[in-house]
């Protein structure tokens, strides 16, 4: 799973352009097709029996032979509902699609009751279009107001992931709950799932799910952020591998299995909601632990990039140009290499320790990881003026100074200064090659004086 | 904590928690020598339409009758125009039928009451109902069975479309005769409101409201007060729709200064009642009266139904929960040791807790839904999810060389802030959500109780238990299935 999210982490502007083709193919499914709403809320046509107060036996019968009817005439209710009062009269009302011809049911049903079974008991057979009244399936209010709750979680989820994470993820989180919300329900749409008032809460609780999605991973990248170990990687690996992808998976399978559960057991609409519900949690689930990552990647980039000081054309701040003033003063400090009266063997030119690679920049006002200090080799002193004529000694082969990279610190007379400041490492100079003193001339032998 | 302490709370816990649990779902069961029935709180719930059922009844304007009537009541077909299953009287006083076909203005009138009628209901926040036209001349209202206590109400009123009046001892008063004067320059407003356990309607009067009042009051000091038992007097200022009464306001409800009445007081559980007349009120007065009237719907024209797909409903949706719950008791015990019985009795807990406040919460707002089968499943697995990710830790700094309390401390430690962070963004979201109307907001508040309740079990509950059955256990190693490898001693 890692590997697809180190992959799916840097393409935010794909997925983005994923869901939004979601969205719009939603509202134009919507547009052309209307929404399908649940049978117990959409237009519908009635075939209700009315009669006398009915024993239960009698009503088993009564329904028993209004469903053969219905057998031999081929058609198929959607529900009934059994209207009845107590000590009153019975009502029995089979709801059929708006589009059912109802007539030759009725004709047979009204012929059944002239039956002996029946010709007692005063049956009456009505047959009537019921058309939902226009906004009342989903009442619009419900909708605005409930589309108002989601975009104030939105802003108050920000707020605070920004107080107690960081301002970034705050804005991601609360793009994530805005965008969990809007896919649920159009993927909802896009399915032709029967809606109704239920399906309002899918849709809500799908804003808290990817909240909490959104937190998993979150709540790792904190912590691997302050880690040493990520402190080197590149913002893409950090958060890829960051990704709280057990506990989402975990949680999201289990709710799952959960709403798989209830929607088997259960009745046609609680099957139905089941299904929504389950669609909701898919698409927190994968905007919580694909999306959310993905989005947080360009913000953190961009953070980073105003941490070091630099923009993308390669400006260089006041303070990047203060230090690379210093470097320089630093520089012509350095004293002349040693004049000798003959050019010294020079030993192997001491090679030049690779430069310290600038740490990675850190984000966080944490001091960064110090480069691993290379000793500057102090400038080599002049050797002191020879007084006798002895033989000059060469002075020991001054080590080379260790590469860079080497740990192993250059052994040099003099204590070396660490670089100044953590932030702004100074880039660490290159050892002036050692020269070793021209080893003296012997001194010509003395001249015999004229006195002898 | 000492063993035997340990060992003595541990039993404690389970037997209440067994005690409980058995409360909140133990099967009804009749309770020998006595009629009464043992009522688990699970079967005390209010449900909503998908799993409850719920009422309907039917809105006939004055001038159709049903099939039924026009068979029983011997009507001939000279007098009644057929249009689907409805009969339309033909009688040119009632303006419905003329020449053969039913009038424009009949048409225009039914449909405006119709979609006003909508409006009501839609006010009300009803979590589930239908409002559906049959055969284009009578309305079929569906109501959810949890609100058994004022449908008798709602259906009875609701469908008043008379313009509002207001009469002094049977007669309109003064200002309501002058032209282009309606009741809405009388009265700016209702709300309801309460007030030391009472829920009372509140009649915002206008300018021109205010000096009708000063008029009237010198009469009304005549006539009994609100608490007065005397009904014979006749000396009463009403508010009426159409004919039918909706409020009648004492001298007593009057405030000093004549800006505001209250009337229609009663117990604060019948508030929703008072908000049924304020919401037809206020309907009235903003947008008039129509030329249409419907029958009155009695208590007796009312049905009740069962769930649409089957009685059953309930039965197989709790069926499906138990399941679940055995799920999360058992998975957690295989995963997690012994310390998974921490997480089975914090399930239990939680449980316990949501299960009684869904139900004991007050009447009316508490309406079960499939939305709060949701948020108690989410939170329910979301608390064994975090469960899991403390034990996570706890098995870290073991495997770093811990000991085991030291571990134990440092990964409830470690978690806690993260768990905090979840809980309280979930928290804002269940907040959020209360600016919701009808079924959201009851959501929201079913939410609310699962977050605390979760929160509580995830970072203080489980702790204590976690705490007691650690100091019970024989083998801490064994208690969290950890296994230290000895160390090498060389």
């Not at chain 2, 409002?131 to 709602?154: C, K, M, T």
Request: hydrophobic share 45%; with cysteine; net charge negative.
């Amino acid at each position: 799973m890692n590997k697809i999210l180190t992959k799916t982490v840097k393409k935010v502007t794909l997925l983005s352009i994923i869901l939004a083709v979601i969205l719009v193919a939603a509202l134009v499914v919507t547009r052309l097709l209307g929404v399908n709403y649940a049978a117990t809320i959409d237009n519908a046509k009635t075939l209700t029996v009315t009669g006398g107060y009915f024993t239960e036996t009698q009503l088993e019968d009564l329904q028993e032979l209004c469903e053969s009817e219905f057998d031999k005439q081929g058609v198929d209710p959607l529900y009934a509902i059994d209207g009845g009062r107590v000590g009153a009269d019975n009502e029995i009302v089979y709801v059929f699609s708006a589009d059912t011809d109802l007539t030759a049911v009725k004709t047979a049903l009204d012929t059944a009751f002239e039956g002996e079974a029946w010709k007692d008991a005063v049956l009456n057979v009505r047959v009537a279009s019921d058309t939902v009244v226009d906004g009342v399936e989903m009442p619009w209010s419900y909708v605005l107001w409930a589309v108002g709750a989601v975009v104030l979680f939105a802003v108050l989820t920000f707020a605070y992931v920004s107080l107690r994470y960081r301002l970034n993820m705050g804005i991601t989180t609360a793009i994530s709950v805005l965008v969990g919300a809007i896919v649920s329900a159009s993927v909802l749409l896009l399915c032709r799932i029967p809606l109704n008032n239920s399906s309002l809460y899918a849709v809500a609780v799908s804003c808290l799910l990817t909240a909490v999605f959104t937190l998993f991973t979150f709540n790792k990248l904190r912590a691997n952020l302050k880690s040493e170990e990520y402190k080197s990687k590149k913002a893409s690996e950090v958060i890829a591998e960051s990704s709280a992808t057990k506990e989402t998976l975990a949680l999201t399978v289990a709710l799952g299995l959960s709403l798989v559960l209830v929607g088997a057991l259960g009745t046609v609409s609680v099957r139905w909601f089941a299904l929504s519900a389950l669609v909701a949690l898919i698409v927190s689930a994968f905007v919580g632990l694909v999306y959310a990552p993905a989005l947080y990647l360009p913000f953190k980039k961009s953070a980073d990039k105003k941490a070091e000081g630099k923009t993308a054309s390669g400006y260089v701040g006041a303070k990047a140009k203060k230090a690379k003033t210093v470097v320089k003063e630093e520089k012509k400090e350095e004293p002349a290499p040693v004049a000798q009266p003959a050019p010294a063997e020079e030993p192997a030119p001491a090679e030049e320790p690779a430069p310290v690679e600038e740490p990675a920049p850190v984000e966080e006002p944490a001091p960064a990881e110090e480069p691993t200090p290379v000793e500057e080799p102090a400038p080599v002193e002049e050797p002191t003026p020879v007084e006798e004529p002895t033989p000059a000694e060469e002075p020991a082969p001054v080590e080379e100074p260790a590469p860079a990279e080497e740990p192993t610190p250059v052994e040099e007379p003099a204590p070396v200064e660490e670089p100044a400041s953590a932030e702004e490492p100074t880039p660490v100079e290159e050892p002036a090659p050692v020269e070793e003193p021209a080893p003296v001339e012997e001194p010509a032998p003395a001249e015999e004086s004229d006195e002898n | 904590m000492g063993k035997k302490k340990s060992v003595v709370l541990m039993v404690l816990l389970t037997i209440v928690i067994v005690v409980l649990t058995a409360l909140t779902v133990l099967p009804t069961f009749s309770i020998p020598g006595t009629p009464k029935k043992w009522q688990p709180v699970a079967l005390q719930y209010d449900f909503g339409t998908d799993l409850g059922g719920g009422y309907y009844a039917y809105y006939y304007p004055e001038g159709v009758i049903t099939q039924t009537e026009f068979e029983s009541n011997g009507e001939s077909e000279e007098d009644y125009l057929k249009v689907g299953s409805l009969y339309l009287s033909k009688d040119e006083d009632d303006g419905i039928v003329s020449n053969g076909a039913v009038t424009e203005e009949f048409k225009t009138a039914f449909n405006a009451a119709a979609k006003e009628i909508a409006n009501r209901f839609e006010a009300k926040g009803f979590s589930d109902y239908r409002l559906s036209i049959v055969d284009n001349y009578s309305i079929r209202v569906e109501l959810p069975a949890s609100q058994s206590s004022e449908v008798g109400s709602v259906m009875a009123y609701l469908a008043l479309t008379g313009e509002v009046d207001i009469q002094m001892s049977g007669a309109t008063v003064d200002e309501l005769k002058e032209e282009g004067v309606t009741a809405k320059d009388l009265i700016k407003s209702v709300s309801v409101a309460t007030k030391y356990k009472t829920a009372y309607m509140k009649v915002n009067f206008t300018s021109l409201g205010k000096s009708m009042i000063e008029r009237v009051k010198e009469d009304l000091s005549t006539a009994p007060t609100s608490s007065s038992a005397d009904t014979s007097s006749d000396v009463t200022l009403n508010i009426m729709i159409g004919e039918q009464v909706i409020a009648a306001v004492y001298q007593d409800t009057i405030t000093s200064n004549n800006s505001e009445a209250r009337v229609l007081a009663v117990a604060q559980d019948y508030k929703a009642t008072v908000e049924t007349f304020a919401i037809l009120l206020n309907s009235a007065l903003n947008n008039g009266g129509y030329d249409i009237s419907f029958r009155e719907v009695a208590n007796s024209d009312i049905r009740a139904f069962e769930p649409v797909y089957g009685e059953n409903a309930v039965t197989l949706l709790y069926i499906a929960l138990a399941i679940v719950l055995v799920l999360v008791l058992v998975v957690p015990a295989l995963v997690m040791g012994r310390y998974g019985l921490v997480a089975s009795y914090s399930s239990l807990s939680y449980l316990i807790v949501v299960g009684m406040c869904f139900a004991f919460i007050t009447n009316g707002v508490f309406e079960i839904t499939l939305g709060s089968v949701l948020v108690f499943l989410a939170g329910l697995v979301l608390m064994n999810a975090l469960h899991y990710s403390v034990y996570g830790a706890i098995k870290k700094e073991f495997d770093n060389g811990r000991t085991v309390e030291a571990s134990v401390k440092s990964g409830f430690n470690k978690t806690l802030w993260n768990t905090v962070d979840i809980y309280a963004v979930l928290l804002l979201g269940a907040l959020a959500l209360l600016l919701g109307v009808a079924g959201t907001y009851t959501l929201a508040l079913q939410a609310i109780i699962c977050v605390v309740t979760g929160a509580f079990c995830n970072l203080l509950w489980a702790r204590a238990i976690n705490y007691t059955f650690l100091s019970a256990s024989k083998n801490k190693y064994k208690y969290f299935r950890f296994v230290r490898e000895d160390d090498d001693d060389e």
